[in-house]
Every structure is written in structure tokens, then in C-alpha cells.
């Protein structure tokens, strides 16, 4: 079970249909979503993989932490980035 904090954050998932790359709550993994560029449906990937598609951009991209506010993720130093993406994914349910 996600706790509030988790359930507020949000994840990245692809567009099945034209690969746009969208914005989600924890908090929505496992229901159904609607592309905002082709108008698909699709059904969201879990909470672990929405979270963890969103490290992987912020790593990618090196994301300013002060731009990055609604996924919760401080302090994105590349020495310290492992360990804390490994303890928020350890608390995020695979379901």
C-alpha cells in the first residue's frame, strides 16, 4: 500500500500508441489513462515502474532539483542517487 506522501507523487509512462511520454500519480498505477497527444487508451504500468521510469529521466536528463517539486525526489546528487532511488522504490509495492 502506497503511503499519502507516495500517492501524490508522480511517475512517467509511454504512450503505447504514439510513444508520447506522460505524467502520472503514483497513485493512478494499474487504471486506465488516456494519451493527451493521440487520445489512446491505455492502462497505466504500476506504481514501482511509473517511479522508476521517472529517476531514469531525471538521471538523464539531470534535472535541477528545485524544477522537479511534484516527484518528491530531493538532493539528486549522482553519489547519493542510487541509494535514494533504491529506498523509495523499497517502499513502493510491486502491485
Excluded: W
Excluded at 511520454?21 to 493521440?38: D, M, Y
Excluded at 522508476?52 to 516527484?71: G, H, K, M, T
Excluded at 538532493?75 to 510491486?94: C, K, N, Q, R, Y
Amino acid at each position: 500500500m502506497l503511503t499519502e506522501q507516495q500517492r501524490k507523487m508522480l511517475g512517467l509512462a509511454d504512450c503505447p500508441g504514439c510513444g508520447a511520454e506522460l505524467a502520472a500519480p503514483l497513485a493512478a498505477a494499474g487504471k486506465l489513462a488516456r494519451c493527451t497527444s493521440c487520445a489512446q487508451r491505455f492502462r497505466l504500468p504500476s506504481a514501482r515502474v511509473l517511479f522508476s521510469n521517472a529517476a531514469v529521466y531525471l538521471v538523464a536528463n539531470e534535472v535541477d532539483p528545485n524544477q522537479n517539486d511534484e516527484l518528491n525526489i530531493r538532493d539528486l546528487h549522482h553519489e547519493s542517487l542510487a541509494e535514494s532511488i533504491a529506498e523509495t522504490l523499497a517502499g513502493i509495492p510491486e502491485g
